[in-house]
């Protein structure tokens, strides 16, 4: 198959913790930076319903006293901030189980026939029935939106390449924090496992094949 060629019967669309914590949760700025993101995301999906292909919502799921959380040590937390004297202590996630906060954005928002697929560590494959779905329909590709690109979404990225599924990720529907390491993974990282395309183009591989 040609690098610019889809099949949709067998591509499903990952939406990967577009959740209202990152989202409506956070600051201005950041909604502010985010809004091309979502305004992307929200194409994506109507192009995938009309398509029609399955569409995936990977969402963190953690139990209210942090009981299932991650307490691998690090020397930083999530923000790259060094621990206080070096005393490593993870706290519990803000997307719990239930929780506003754990919701999919409404500008997203999924329906009867999408899968759920609640996650309790970075990739969505992990601990999850993911896997099982996709070849239950006979998905041997992804395209994925959503972020964070350093840390989930490259997780998932490693996780599904490893199980030979064809990965393609939506640069400008895809969101992350830090700039630089955004531009590493688009750049040098993933076109070595996936394809890295633009949320015009991978419409237009939707388009063209659906005929």
Not at 175 to 184: G, P
Not at 191 to 202: C, E, H, I, S, Y
Request: proline share 5%.
């Amino acid at each position: 198959m040609n690098v610019n060629d889809l099949d949709v019967k067998q591509t499903g669309l990952l939406f990967f913790d577009m959740l209202n914590i990152y989202y409506l949760g956070a600051s201005a700025d950041t909604q502010k930076r985010m809004k091309p993101v979502v305004d992307n995301a929200v194409r994506l999906m109507d192009a995938a319903r009309r398509a029609p292909m399955p569409i995936f919502y990977a969402m963190a799921n953690h139990r209210p006293d942090g009981k299932s959380r991650s307490m691998i040590i690090t020397d930083t937390d999530m923000r790259l901030r060094s621990w206080p004297g070096g005393e490593c202590n993870p706290t519990v996630h803000g997307a719990v189980e239930g929780s506003w906060e754990q919701g999919v954005i409404d500008e997203i928002a999924p329906q009867p026939e999408d899968y759920i697929i609640p996650k309790y560590r970075w990739s969505t494959f992990h601990g999850t029935y993911f896997d099982l779905a996709l070849r239950s329909r006979g998905i041997d590709t992804l395209i994925i939106s959503g972020g964070a690109v350093d840390v989930g979404v490259a997780s998932t990225v490693y996780s599904a390449r490893d199980r030979d599924y064809n990965v393609i990720i939506v640069r400008d529907a895809c969101n992350n924090s830090h700039e630089d390491s955004m531009a590493a993974f688009m750049n040098t990282v993933f076109p070595r496992m996936a394809r890295v395309r633009t949320t015009d183009q991978v419409i237009e591989m939707i388009r063209k094949g659906a005929k």
